[in-house]
Structures are given as C-alpha cells and as structure tokens.
C-alpha cells in the first residue's frame, strides 16, 4: 500500500478545489520568503515536519490569493488515520467555500477495502 503524505494530501485537496485549476490557469510564483514544498519535500513519501509545515504554508498562501481564511490542523492531527486526514482537509476546503461538509460512508469505505485486498 502506498503512504500518503500530509503534503501530498494537502497538494491534492488545495489543486482540485481550485477553481484556477479547474480552469487551466494555475501558474503562481511563490514570493520571496514563502517555500516551495516541491522543492523541500522528498517525494514520494516525505513526512517530516519541515515538509508538513512548507505544504502547509504554500496551501494557505494560495487560500490566501483567493481570500480565504488559512487552513489551521487540529493538534492530533498526524495521528489520525490517513482516511481521517483527507477527509478533515477537504471539509477544510469544502466549507471555506459555503459547501455542506462531507462524511465517510462506512459500507463504501468497506468495499474500498475490500476491493484492495482483492488487488483491485
């Protein structure tokens, strides 16, 4: 099974709730002083702290340019099952933009399961 990153969950969640990337016009330059997590974290798999906090940083910075209020973890955050984290970020995302928060559904959840123990 493949690991998840806090950066890379942060990545995914920040690219497609962009209405910029939706639109094919994604091209921000970071000022000076705000790090590119793309160039601090070693993919695939990076977890460190420094790479978590610069992923961090780049999404709010682009919530930022959109007027949106900075995406804050809840300290118990990176203990929590991957499944967990995705789903506080994109409820992060979601109700920033007036959308109803959404939930995990226990039987697709299942089948999910399921369906990788089965190769597929």
């Excluded at 929590?80 to 959404?102: C, F, H, I, K, W």
């Amino acid at each position: 099974m493949a690991t998840l990153t806090l950066a890379g969950l942060i990545a995914t969640v920040f690219i497609f709730s962009s209405t910029a990337y939706a639109a094919g016009t994604v091209n921000i330059t970071l000022p000076p002083g705000v790090p590119n997590f793309q160039s601090v974290c070693a993919y695939p798999s990076d977890s460190s702290a420094v790479c978590e906090s610069t992923a961090l940083a780049d999404t709010n910075y682009g919530r930022s340019l959109e007027s949106l209020s900075p995406i804050k973890l809840p300290a118990d955050f990176d203990s929590e099952p991957v499944d967990q984290e995705v789903l506080y970020l994109v409820n992060a995302v979601r109700t920033s933009r007036g959308l109803p928060p959404t939930q995990i559904d226990p039987y697709l959840d299942q089948q999910a399961v399921a369906a990788m123990a089965n190769g597929g």
